[in-house]
């Protein structure tokens, strides 16, 4: 009776195993065959480091027609680009991915000019261009270069005391020229007090943060410029009049920007908004966090940006120009016209309430079909500078702003983001805490906890 017993237990156990063994069986194979037919991913990254950015999205989901992406490597390290490339096939039924291994294929690399292992060439529609590297800014680049056709040029005006290109210093637009190659823009600096007329070859001009006034025949050429269908940006501070480092009013070129519709008033905005102190930015720094609508900035709800030294302006259309606003300093922000000494009270009565205006758009209408000029006008020009660029939402604003400005409107949008520096920085007595912490505390604690446990059951 016993033994029949045994093995009715037996058996039932048997049949449960054999149950949970094909659950799980199946389980697997149900998992593999979604995941082989669609292959998703979660980034739990803070900055979305392994996710291809907006800007790669809408151009790659745009496309009217197929888009090939060809990667040239030994066949042994076609794995070193699965990965971003696979990212690039999952966003579009349009894009196909191929794999060519020049030694085995010399004629497609010789065919695609390729010369060094490594390489990614895009083509569409006949167009092809090869990536400046394996990364998403070199791919998605290389998309930009086949889809525009076309080489854009931004100028940058010098000889009054402007931010310099090629300066790495803290004061510098070395990092915007930088970020402006990336977009697949060429930068090079000219100088209206040599020759007072915009190059042909300019797409966009920019006047950044002079600190002497331009005469008139510089503001005459960009008068021609803009008004002929060109482009420009205008980043202008406040007028200080502190020590060595005066600002002039620049008059001249003030009043050309109030005929288009844009008063430069002559003052500071102090920002008193507390958020703005818990990012550690000052009162002469003005933080915005709200937009208002336009291509330029409808992609950057959500995103701070951050404008040192800002002045305000007033706005109204012309004859010939439409000119809107952009954002506006906070509602707790103050603009002060003592701007001649470094003692400012924000509580002074005579100050101006905010929110106060800091950038405006406007276009020209020149008469002509497809001639439109247009110009963008911000009361700063340190937020694009090295050591303020990178702050928040700044990179994607003055990004979107030349393309806005160069008519790539299509590009508008959020860029790949860089790498965080996550170190932990720690002072040596800090290090030895952790060390003798981890080192001894931690494992001393588990095995006085281990013998009371063991003194306790004898």
């Not at 915005?288 to 609508?293: A, D, L, N, T």
Request: with cysteine; proline share 4%; hydrophobic share 35%.
């Amino acid at each position: 009776m016993n033994t029949e017993l045994l093995k009715a237990r037996q058996t039932k156990f048997a049949g449960y195993i054999a149950v949970y063994v094909a659950i799980i069986i199946t389980a697997v194979v149900v998992v593999n065959v979604l995941a082989n037919r669609y292959d998703k991913s979660y980034d739990g990254t803070a900055n979305k480091r392994y996710s291809l950015s907006d800007q790669t999205r809408k151009i790659v989901r745009e496309l009217n027609q197929d888009a090939t992406i060809r990667y040239f490597d030994q066949s042994t390290r076609y794995n070193q680009a699965k990965d971003i490339l696979d990212q690039y096939s999952n966003l579009s039924p349009k894009i196909h991915i191929e794999y060519v291994d020049p030694d085995k294929s010399p004629e497609v690399a010789r065919a695609a000019s390729i010369k060094n292992y490594g390489a990614v060439v895009v083509e569409i529609g006949g167009k092809k261009e090869e990536a400046k590297s394996l990364t998403e800014e070199g791919i998605t680049g290389a998309f930009i270069r086949v889809l525009k056709n076309k080489t854009r040029t931004v100028c940058f005006v010098s000889g009054s005391g402007e931010h310099q290109i090629d300066d790495s210093d803290r004061n510098g637009y070395s990092r915007f020229k930088e970020l402006l190659g990336k977009d697949e823009y060429e930068s090079k600096s000219i100088n209206l007090l040599q020759k007072a007329e915009i190059p042909a070859d300019c797409t966009v001009i920019v006047v950044g943060g002079p600190t002497s006034d331009y005469q008139q025949p510089e503001v005459d050429a960009i008068k021609t410029y803009v008004e002929s269908g060109g482009r420009a940006l205008f980043m202008l501070d406040a007028p200080l009049k502190l020590g060595k480092s005066e600002i002039t009013d620049n008059d001249v070129l003030a009043k050309q920007l109030e005929n288009w519709g844009v008063t430069l008033n002559k003052d500071l905005i102090l920002d008193l908004n507390p958020v703005g102190q818990l990012a550690g930015l000052g009162p002469q720094v003005a933080l915005v966090s709200s937009y208002e609508s336009h291509p330029i900035v409808n992609e950057m709800k959500g995103n701070a940006t951050g404008f040192p030294l800002s002045r305000s302006m007033e706005i109204k259309n012309g004859d010939k120009t439409t000119v809107e606003k952009l954002f506006t300093s906070s509602e707790t922000s103050v603009a002060t016209t003592n701007l001649s000494s470094p003692q400012i009270d924000p509580n002074d009565p005579k100050n101006k309430k905010g929110p106060l205006t800091i950038a405006t758009a406007g276009s020209y209408n020149t008469g002509k079909e497809n001639s439109q000029g247009r110009f963008v006008v911000v009361g700063s020009s340190s937020w694009t500078a090295n050591s303020f660029i990178n702050f928040n939402g700044n990179r994607d604003l003055v990004l979107n702003t030349m393309n806005w400005l160069s008519s790539d409107e299509d590009l508008i949008s959020i860029r790949p983001k860089e790498q965080d520096d996550r170190r932990i920085t720690m002072t040596q007595s800090q290090f030895s805490w952790v060390r003798m912490t981890s080192q001894f505390l931690l494992p001393l604690v588990v095995i006085v906890f281990g013998v009371s446990v063991w003194w306790r059951r004898r």
